[in-house]
């Protein structure tokens, strides 16, 4: 196991188990019939262990060019998932890990603007499932936040 968690290691360089692609194809399937997302890619050819989710540029300012949640998750509960918007004038990441650390717990969040690291150590659901929707729902409060200012 290595530190690097910055979501531009491999997989094994993140969890040290193996991709479980299987739950990434469930999530593929999950989140195809959302129309929060233009685009789904289940193994793109720039993150073949990721399913990658482009999202809809209505729920965005013109500021925002493009916004995407990349997603790995592993055979051993671990997971990353993380956020990425393409600013005019820059970026914002933003990702929820659960995976060992040498600086963080298991389960942890690397906040926006930048996903600094170290992250803050943040409990996440035991499911999956819950995750997966507690991601999504910090997702589109952001989305929303863009339209109260």
Known sequence: MTDRDDGTGTP???SGAPVDFDR?????????????????????????????????SSFY???????????????????????HETHDGGTFDH?????????????????????PTPGTDSPHPP???DILSMVLAEIEDRQRSFWLE
Do not use: K
């Open 24 to 56: 990434l194809e469930v999530i593929t399937e999950r989140l195809s019939t959302d129309d929060r997302f233009d685009q789904i890619d289940e193994q793109p050819s720039f993150a073949p262990d990721r399913v990658v989710c482009v999202y809809d």
């Open 61 to 83: 300012p013109r500021s925002v060019r493009t916004a995407r949640l990349e997603i790995v998750w592993f055979e051993n509960g671990d997971c990353s998932l993380h956020y």
């Open 95 to 115: 990702r929820w890990d659960r995976h060992p650390s040498d600086h963080n717990a298991r389960d942890h969040v690397h906040p926006g603007p930048d996903a």
């Open 127 to 129: 499911d999956w499932r």
């Open 12 to 14: 094994e360089d993140i």
